[in-house]
């Protein structure tokens, strides 16, 4: 049970730590390569602790006013240096005046690439965004926070990629970005950058590539031999690049870099204010007070692991992915979405007895946290593995667990939700979901039964397969509800 945030007479600092530590203590392991989603760590002896010094040395630190505050300024762009020379910027280069700026995170990024597109073309009325199905979803996030239409593209339910002349077709005069993922989330494949990018720039159109997920990865795969396709601003028509440090860089939350081709193309990012009488307001993000800590924090471990620290750390994960991708293909009534070729190990089940929700929870009973997808148009429910360099040494336990996972998921049976509800979710409006409605389906499902005295159930393979059931926006809705029910005020 958590304590009251504002106590009548504050509390010793070490109680309060204490306090926090066993909060935290109901947390996922952000250490020790079992958890696949959410964290990245290297397992380098000391980064936590340098990260953290580094955190607390600009922590206070506003990114407000780069001028009241050059320390932050240099470091940012030595980030953006850093991102850019990797992704194929920087003199010397086809794109020799790329800039950039850090953001708190992939979404942000994405959200400013789309701002800066739209704001860059104030004439049209009404743009609009051309993005594959395998897009990250912050881009739909983009396009309603800054009402442009989005215009989504099918991927080949084989390749999981996206057909070029496809994307060219959907381009049309009131589209302001095209969009191309290196790799897609999902199933870690790289989409066709070359050809949509060029597509793109035959109809006068940006083409962004989001690279937070791999762009600080495919480099070093192309360095250890790998068939990385050509992604980055070495080909013609990129226009702008994102990429997370806080993914593959291993720095703290939340960094991201958003890099354009020059400054030309960055400029409608900015917004700047001045009809009122206080101070004049320029913001590169969508913040405006933002603390230095985690920039700091970011620059601290990029210096400390550097390029063959990350050469190094790259190949680890490449062979924890390997070893993780015959794993899965040695169970029967398993098969992999996608041949690995990033960091992701994307896998669906073949047989109807073998229910992938139950098999998610049954990895979860034996440690391995996994992240379950949901089913959409032609493409399979399907279990995602984000594979990180401290995955490397749990790989050879995986798959004994894997198979004995699988075996306790067969032997528990596919979920049976009932008739009446199966019915529900194939007939029921999001309109029409009451709090009342919500809250019955919530206790029915077991949100407030965990043992943990938590709100979340034991296991949640009924959850996901209710909304697999669902249609889409039913789906957001119920979504909505749910977290909605966990969300409460604690008095």
Avoid at 104 to 118: F, Y
Avoid at 171 to 193: E, F, K, N, Q, R
Avoid at 260 to 285: E, S
Wanted: overall charge negative; hydrophobic content about 45%.
């Amino acid at each position: 049970m958590v304590n009251e945030a504002l106590p009548e007479k504050g509390v010793p600092a070490e109680q309060v730590l204490d306090e926090i530590r066993g909060l935290r203590a109901a947390d996922r392991p952000t250490h020790g390569g079992r958890l696949f989603a959410y964290v990245y760590d290297p397992a380098v002896p000391g980064l936590d602790e340098l990260a953290a010094s580094a955190h607390a040395l600009s922590a206070h630190v506003n990114g407000l006013d780069p001028t009241a505050f050059p320390s932050l300024l240099a470091m940012e762009n030595a980030l953006v240096g850093a991102a850019a020379k990797l992704l194929g910027g920087g003199p010397g280069t086809t794109a020799p005046d790329v800039v950039g700026s850090v953001t708190s995170g992939g979404t942000e990024s994405l959200i400013l690439a789309v701002k800066a597109a739209r704001d860059a073309r104030p004439a049209v009325e009404r743009p609009r965004i051309v993005v594959p199905v395998s897009g990250h979803a912050a881009f739909a996030k983009a396009a309603h926070y800054l009402g442009v239409a989005l215009d989504l593209v099918p991927v080949d339910p084989v390749t999981l990629r996206p057909a070029p002349e496809a994307v060219a077709a959907a381009i049309g005069p009131d589209t302001v970005l095209v969009v191309c993922s290196a790799p897609s989330y999902a199933h870690g494949v790289v989409d066709p950058v070359e050809a949509i990018a060029a597509a793109a720039a035959a109809a006068g159109v940006r083409c962004h590539v989001d690279a937070c997920f791999g762009g600080w990865t495919l480099p070093w795969l192309r360095r250890l031999g790998e068939p990385v396709p050509a992604f980055d601003f070495t080909v013609p028509g990129v226009t702008s690049i994102s990429v997370d440090l806080h993914k593959y860089a291993y720095a703290p939350k939340g960094v991201s870099v958003l890099l354009h081709r020059d400054a030309t193309l960055r400029a409608p990012q900015y917004f700047a204010y001045a009809d009122w009488p206080g101070y004049g307001m320029i913001n590169p993000v969508i913040t405006s007070t933002r603390s230095g800590g985690p920039i700091a924090a970011a620059y601290a471990t990029l210096r400390h692991i550097g390029d063959d620290g990350y050469l190094e750390l790259v190949r680890q994960t490449r062979d924890a992915v390997r070893a993780l991708a015959d794993a899965v293909q040695g169970v029967d009534g398993l098969r992999l979405m996608a041949g690995p070729e990033s960091t992701v190990v994307c896998f669906t089940s073949t047989d109807p007895g073998l229910d992938l929700f139950v098999l998610v929870d049954e990895l979860t009973a034996r440690g391995w946290h996994t992240q379950p997808q949901l089913s959409y148009g032609e493409l399979p429910a399907s279990v995602h593995l984000t594979v990180t360099a401290s995955v490397a040494p749990r790989v050879a336990e995986f798959g004994p667990d894997l198979h004995d996972a699988v075996a306790a998921a067969r032997a528990a049976g596919p979920v049976a939700l009932p008739a009446e509800l199966l019915a529900l979710a194939g007939t029921l409006t999001p309109e029409a979901l009451t709090p009342e409605l919500v809250a019955g389906l919530a206790a029915s499902l077991g949100l407030g039964g965990g043992t943990g005295g938590g709100p979340l159930p034991d296991r949640a393979a009924v959850i996901n397969r209710l909304l697999d059931a669902a249609p889409v926006r039913l789906r957001e809705k119920l979504l909505v509800e749910f977290v909605s029910l966990l969300q409460r005020p604690s008095y």
